[in-house]
């Protein structure tokens, strides 16, 4: 649209790209192996030769739930968007599941919508054929 706009807060981000292929050296020493991916799963293995923040290209939500050697484990943000999780050194199997946030809180309040609007229908009909009757 036309018109005279004012931009007052406004900042670069940027990374650095200095050691640039050290630094993608690095990352590359412990890969996820075993990749599964399914529509609400996420299944690998890593190891680790002492403990590390795994970040996961997965973006951070709280429909996720994470597994770690099959105990449930906080997700942790990182880089603001992404998903991570603290992990020890060693062998380790995870998980991540995803379920759509409040999807049975919404399924359980249409059900209970749907049994007063039945109940209140019924009630209803009923009283219209009692007051039928009556004036016969």
Not at 111 to 129: E, R, V
């Amino acid at each position: 649209m036309a018109g005279t706009y004012t931009i007052s807060d406004i900042s670069v981000i940027c990374q650095p790209m200095d050691g640039f292929s050290q630094k993608i050296s690095r990352l590359r020493e412990n890969p996820l192996e075993k990749v599964k991916i399914k529509t609400d799963e996420i299944r690998a293995s890593v190891s680790f030769d002492e403990a590390k923040i795994l970040c996961i290209g997965v973006p951070y939500s709280k429909g996720w739930s994470a597994y770690v050697d099959g105990e449930k484990t906080q997700l942790l943000r990182a880089n603001t968007m992404f998903s991570a999780l603290a992990l020890d050194k060693g062998n380790h199997d995870i998980q991540l599941v995803y379920s759509t946030p409040y999807l049975k809180t919404g399924f359980c309040m249409t059900a209970a919508g749907f049994i007063c609007l039945s109940i209140i229908t019924i009630l209803t009909q009923t009283k219209s054929k009692r007051n039928k009757h009556h004036f016969l």
